[in-house]
């Protein structure tokens, strides 16, 4: 089927910074956080709320999506650009609500759930441009989702202690980013759903293929985001002891950028290779490499802060680049007119694990110590080669 090459990388030019600016809002309540408990008396409990809500928000919107069918039956750009609008208010809404009350975190859970119109739509969009080079397609558009997602600490960083500052300006650039996606073009391997098909989820369950790719999804996803989440606050702790406060929380922001923006660089240098040497063999390398991270960087822990950087670093860059194959391997054994379906149900069961992964680390952090918390993450790339090793068996 012939691709207009031009049209083809316009499209997915305009995808990709939309998802950097509607992804802007994910980690937003982290980020401003150590500002939000300066001002305002904020419980630890809800402190981890207001950014597992948004975790248990995702979960909620991308199983309606995949049980509806939305991605598969209404045009994804127009949905897309809903959702990210629809999200920007709500995110902004913190801004006249009590940060850490039931309110706000009411907002975060909506705001999560319209973000399951915005990442898992976005694949649909771009699985839609091509076969041969899905894993880099794919791999470009995590890429933008994880720099989306690193935004909110550079935008901490610039704001200093202006939390609404911050806020403000992930909040725009969503609604923007929303607007600039009806402005992509669909595919020639887009397909469209005439109606409802409850069966496409039982696909996840009766292919084996998908099945064991959403096992390596799920390992992936418990380390994934409880680092995303709070390796600010864990950077804070550990290079507080090599200087003041103040300059410890500046550097724990720039490097918390850093890291999981790595992983968005390193998503796409790993889909150009995927494409050439398989997915699920790129899948492993990277779980090889963020696991042996993990524990290095729980070795390094409140040491010399320039070991404990590059430690976190190359967890940052080797955390991300398995997620995309993930995804592309289920577009690649699912029938075209699930895709979106499947894709959005396997987010669904990777971010209801990070819901319990996202809470509970502070409060095993605060119990075990940041060092044993870093260790217990490699857990999980461990479970999710296995899976990758039985499926590579099927291929």
Same mark, same amino acid.
């Given at each position: 089927?012939?691709?207009?090459?031009?049209?083809?990388?316009?499209?997915?030019?305009?995808?990709?910074?939309?998802?950097?600016?509607?992804?802007?809002?994910?980690?937003?309540?982290?980020?401003?956080?150590?500002?939000?408990?300066?001002?305002?008396?904020?419980?630890?409990?809800?402190?981890?709320?207001?950014?597992?809500?948004?975790?248990?928000?995702?979960?909620?919107?991308?199983?309606?999506?995949?049980?509806?069918?939305?991605?598969?039956?209404?045009?994804?750009?127009?949905?897309?650009?809903?959702?990210?609008?629809?999200?920007?208010?709500?995110?902004?809404?913190?801004?006249?609500?009590?940060?850490?009350?039931?309110?706000?975190?009411?907002?975060?859970?909506?705001?999560?759930?319209?973000?399951?119109?915005?990442?898992?739509?976005?694949?649909?969009?771009?699985?839609?441009?091509?076969?041969?080079?899905?894993?880099?397609?794919?791999?470009?558009?995590?890429?933008?989702?994880?720099?989306?997602?690193?935004?909110?600490?550079?935008?901490?960083?610039?704001?200093?202690?202006?939390?609404?500052?911050?806020?403000?300006?992930?909040? $725009?650039?969503?609604?923007?980013?929303?607007?600039?996606?009806?402005?992509? &073009?669909?595919?020639?391997?887009?397909?469209?759903?005439?109606?409802?098909?409850?069966?496409?989820?039982?696909?996840?369950?009766?292919?084996?293929?998908?099945?064991?790719?959403?096992?390596?999804?799920?390992?992936?996803?418990?380390?994934?985001?409880?680092?995303?989440?709070?390796?600010?606050?864990?950077?804070?702790?550990?290079?507080?002891?090599?200087?003041?406060?103040?300059?410890?929380?500046?550097?724990?922001?720039?490097?918390?950028?850093?890291?999981?923006?790595?992983?968005?660089?390193?998503?796409?240098? =790993?889909?150009?290779?995927?494409?050439?040497?398989?997915?699920?063999?790129?899948?492993?390398? =990277?779980?090889?490499?963020?696991?042996?991270?993990?524990?290095?960087?729980?070795?390094?822990?409140?040491?010399?802060?320039?070991?404990?950087? $590059?430690?976190?670093?190359?967890?940052?860059?080797?955390?991300?680049?398995?997620?995309?194959?993930?995804?592309?391997?289920?577009?690649?054994?699912?029938?075209?007119?699930?895709?979106?379906?499947?894709?959005?149900?396997?987010?669904?069961?990777?971010?209801?694990?990070?819901?319990?992964?996202?809470?509970?680390?502070?409060?095993?952090?605060?119990?075990? &110590?940041?060092?044993?918390?870093?260790?217990?993450?490699?857990?999980?790339?461990?479970?999710? $080669?296995?899976?990758?090793?039985?499926?590579?068996?099927?291929?």
């Amino acid at each position: 089927m012939p691709t207009d090459f031009t049209g083809k990388w316009r499209s997915l030019s305009l995808l990709m910074v939309a998802e950097v600016a509607g992804m802007s809002l994910w980690f937003m309540s982290a980020a401003i956080l150590p500002d939000l408990t300066r001002e305002f008396a904020i419980s630890e409990f809800r402190q981890a709320a207001l950014s597992s809500a948004v975790q248990i928000g995702f979960v909620a919107g991308a199983l309606a999506s995949a049980l509806l069918g939305l991605a598969d039956r209404i045009d994804p750009r127009r949905f897309f650009a809903f959702c990210a609008i629809l999200a920007a208010l709500f995110n902004a809404s913190l801004l006249v609500v009590e940060p850490g009350g039931n309110l706000s975190i009411l907002a975060r859970f909506v705001t999560g759930a319209l973000l399951a119109g915005v990442y898992p739509v976005g694949m649909k969009i771009a699985v839609g441009w091509g076969k041969e080079d899905r894993g880099l397609l794919v791999g470009t558009l995590v890429g933008a989702l994880t720099l989306g997602s690193a935004a909110p600490h550079f935008l901490a960083l610039l704001g200093g202690t202006d939390w609404r500052w911050s806020l403000s300006v992930a909040s $725009i650039a969503s609604a923007a980013g929303g607007a600039l996606c009806l402005f992509a &073009g669909l595919g020639p391997f887009h397909a469209k759903a005439p109606r409802m098909k409850l069966k496409a989820i039982l696909t996840a369950w009766t292919n084996r293929k998908i099945r064991f790719a959403y096992a390596g999804y799920l390992g992936h996803m418990w380390e994934l985001y409880a680092m995303w989440a709070w390796i600010g606050v864990a950077l804070t702790i550990s290079f507080s002891s090599q200087m003041s406060s103040d300059a410890a929380l500046s550097l724990s922001r720039l490097i918390a950028f850093l890291t999981i923006a790595a992983g968005g660089i390193a998503s796409v240098f =790993a889909g150009l290779v995927a494409d050439r040497v398989g997915k699920s063999n790129i899948a492993i390398l =990277a779980m090889v490499i963020s696991g042996s991270a993990a524990i290095a960087s729980a070795l390094t822990f409140g040491g010399p802060a320039w070991l404990t950087i $590059i430690c976190v670093l190359v967890w940052g860059a080797a955390i991300l680049p398995d997620s995309a194959q993930f995804s592309a391997l289920v577009a690649d054994y699912a029938p075209p007119d699930q895709a979106g379906s499947l894709m959005s149900f396997q987010t669904a069961l990777g971010f209801a694990l990070t819901f319990f992964t996202v809470q509970l680390t502070p409060v095993a952090a605060d119990w075990l &110590g940041w060092p044993t918390v870093f260790a217990l993450m490699a857990i999980g790339p461990a479970l999710g $080669i296995a899976g990758m090793l039985r499926l590579k068996k099927m291929e």
